[in-house]
């Protein structure tokens, strides 16, 4: 079953009232009985742990909703022209994620309630580049599922860029509970994707998020309501077997999905940075993703900070098997890029 996240206790930034989905969210969370202390900033939260990992934890499990004072959007290759920011964090434990870089020590899951300022951000760029289509990723430092019950912002940026010919939206999500946006008007402006891995790799790594089923049957869901749609497979982990996982991974999704529908996909192979293998050794230390420096080429990214990444011949490898993969189970499939 799809999993549902309640949060411990929110910290409610008072900003926020002034807005009416901060209000409408400080009803909803009221009626759930949810915990909820009211704050200045919340970028200024302090949590009481006796631990890295406990702080970490308690983090992802509790909720900030606030008012995003930087409209300024970050770039977001190769997936979008645009980060899109709607929410920051989520409540998953995946032991590899990429946020372990940006978001620190204590990744409080966020809500932003200005919603109107930043799709207005979002017009003046599309504006700026029309008659080019320009895009938008809703899912650069989030995965904004688990709060859309609660929020309902997924659902309007859907609205907003249906109306938007020159705009388009798209966002990424390891939990299936999207049924809410399955009946709204989205004209084909808005792709839905998932991220999807091996069992072994979900089951070891991914602690906290949907199976494997779960978002397949999803995915399955929002085909049917006309969405695009889109994967990820990533990280794609090289482990013992491997191959015959990850076959088994496009098996799957083959034997679920409507054959005559256009699929994205993207390849994204394990990477780290050092930043990152600090916090997991503190976060998750008997954590058995690999992680030696010397098994790795190392490569400097787009955001000013360098990364772990596997070498050229495996890099090879695995381009070589999911070429040939795709092709042969997955051809209505377009690979977008193998990164």
Known sequence: MPRH?????????????????GRQLHRKLTDMGVPI???????????????????????????????????K????????????????????????????????PQPINRVYVNLEEILATAKQHIEERKPKITKFEGSATSDPVPVEYLSGSLAHTISFFAQEPYGRFRFVTKFADIDSLLTIEHNGHTEIRFSLNTDPVINQYEKGTDSLEDRLQAAA??????????????????????????????????QTLPQNIHLSIELITHRFTTRAKHNIAKVFPNS???????????????????????????MAQVNEFFTQELATYLPQAEVIYLV
């Open 221 to 254: 869901k929002v085909a049917a309501a006309g969405y695009p749609i889109g994967f990820l497979i990533a990280p794609i982990i090289i482990y013992d077997k491997w191959q015959a996982d990850y076959h088994h991974l496009i098996i799957k999704m083959a």
């Open 288 to 314: 058995t993703l690999p992680l030696d420096e010397k098994e790795r080429k190392y490569k400097y990214g787009q955001f000013g900070y360098g990364k772990y990444i596997y070498p050229d011949e495996l």
């Open 37 to 71: 202390e009211l704050i200045t900033s919340h970028n200024r939260i302090t949590i009481k742990a006796t631990s890295p990992k406990e702080k970490y934890i308690l983090a992802k499990s509790y909720l900030a909703v606030g008012v995003r004072r930087t409209l």
């Open 73 to 104: 959007f970050a770039g977001c290759k190769p997936s979008a022209h645009y980060q899109l920011p709607l929410v920051t964090s989520c409540p998953g434990l995946c032991e590899y994620c990429y946020l372990q870089t940006t978001l620190g």
């Open 5 to 21: 996240f309640i949060p411990k206790k929110v910290f409610f930034e008072s900003e926020a009232l002034d807005y009416p989905l």
